[in-house]
C-alpha cells in the first residue's frame, strides 16, 4: 500500500477547511496545508486536524501548488482545494487505489455547486480533473490562476469512480465581484502570452459561449440558475476581451510598458489569493 500526502493551500478558508479536513482525514498519511499567511482561524483548525502547516508567500496558483508538492513526504499526491469535498465514493476508490497504485495519475469528476445548487450541465459536468498523481512524474503548469498537473509524456492515468464535490459562489454577487478580479488577472495574462483581442472576439466570443453552454451543452436544465451562471459566463469572457483590448490600447500609446504589466498582473495574482477556478 502506497502513502498518501493531501495537499492544501488555503487563505482566509475558516470557514470551508473543516468540511475539506473532515472529508479526507481517513485516506491520508499525511495533510500538508500552505498557508499565504490567512488572518482568520484557518491554521489554527488544520492544526487541530494533525495537518502539518507551512506559511509561505503567495505568488501564484501553480507556483504555490508545486512549492506545496515539494515539501510532502510521500511521492504519492492528492491535491484539493478548501472548498472542496471528497465524496464517500470518491474516498473508496482513492482507498482502493492506495491499496493497488498501477497508474501514474488517476482524474475524476468535480460536480460543482453554485448558490446552493449543484450543476449537473453546461459544460459544468462532468469537470474532471487530474488530482491523484505520483509526483514525480508532473508538475502544476497552466496561466494564473487555472492550473493544471500536467504529466511527463506517455504517463499512464485512470479514471476513478466518484465526485469530487465543489463549493463554488454562495451568491450572484459574490460571483460577479469575483469575475470583475478574475478578468484583471487573465487579460494581462493572455497579454503577456502574446495573446491579443478584437471586435470579433468581443462579440462572437461571449456570444458563443452562452450558445454553446445553454444551449448546446443543456444548460437549461440547470433551471434559473443554469441561465445566471451561463449568462454570467459569458459577461466574464466579454469582460476578459475588453480589458485585453484596453490593455493593448493603452501599451500601444506608450501609456503602459511591459514592465509596470508585469508588475501589476503580479500585483493581482497576489492580491487575490482566493480566486476560485471554476469551469467556463
Not at 505520483?134 to 502544476?140: A, E, I, L, N, Y
Not at 508585469?262 to 467556463?280: A, E, M, W
Request: with cysteine.
Amino acid at each position: 500500500m502506497v502513502k498518501l500526502s493531501v495537499v492544501i493551500i488555503t487563505y482566509n478558508e475558516e470557514k470551508n477547511i473543516s468540511r475539506c479536513l473532515e472529508s479526507v482525514k481517513d485516506i491520508a498519511d499525511e495533510i500538508v496545508v500552505v498557508d499565504s499567511f490567512s488572518e482568520d482561524r484557518t491554521r489554527e483548525i488544520c492544526s487541530e486536524y494533525g495537518a502539518k502547516v507551512l506559511k509561505h508567500h503567495f505568488t501564484g496558483h501553480i507556483e504555490q501548488k508545486n512549492w506545496a508538492f515539494s515539501h510532502t513526504s510521500f511521492h504519492h499526491v492528492l491535491s484539493i482545494d478548501a472548498d472542496e469535498v471528497v465524496s464517500d465514493t470518491l474516498r473508496r476508490s482513492i482507498i482502493n487505489k492506495k491499496q493497488n497504485w498501477t497508474h501514474d495519475g488517476y482524474y475524476f469528476n468535480r460536480m460543482n455547486n453554485y448558490c446552493g445548487k449543484w450543476i449537473k450541465h453546461g459544460g459544468w459536468y462532468p469537470d474532471q480533473k487530474l488530482r491523484l498523481v505520483d509526483r514525480r512524474k508532473g508538475q502544476w503548469a497552466g496561466i494564473n490562476p487555472h492550473d493544471k498537473f500536467e504529466m511527463v509524456p506517455v504517463s499512464k492515468k485512470y479514471k476513478i469512480d466518484g465526485n469530487l464535490l465543489h463549493y463554488t459562489y454562495p451568491s450572484i454577487p459574490e460571483h460577479l465581484k469575483q469575475i470583475n478580479r478574475y478578468t484583471e488577472i487573465i487579460a494581462t495574462s493572455y497579454f503577456h502570452e502574446g495573446i491579443r483581442s478584437n471586435l470579433l472576439k468581443i462579440i462572437f466570443n461571449p456570444t458563443w459561449k452562452f450558445f454553446r453552454n445553454y444551449f448546446l451543452r443543456l444548460g437549461f436544465l440547470d433551471g434559473f440558475f443554469g441561465i445566471v451562471l451561463n449568462a454570467n459566463i459569458a459577461f466574464e469572457t466579454f469582460l476578459k476581451y475588453i480589458k485585453l483590448r484596453q490593455i493593448t490600447i493603452q501599451y500601444n500609446k506608450g501609456l503602459v510598458d511591459l514592465n509596470s504589466l508585469k508588475k501589476k498582473r503580479q500585483y493581482l495574482i497576489q492580491n487575490n489569493k482566493l480566486l476560485d477556478t471554476i469551469p467556463n
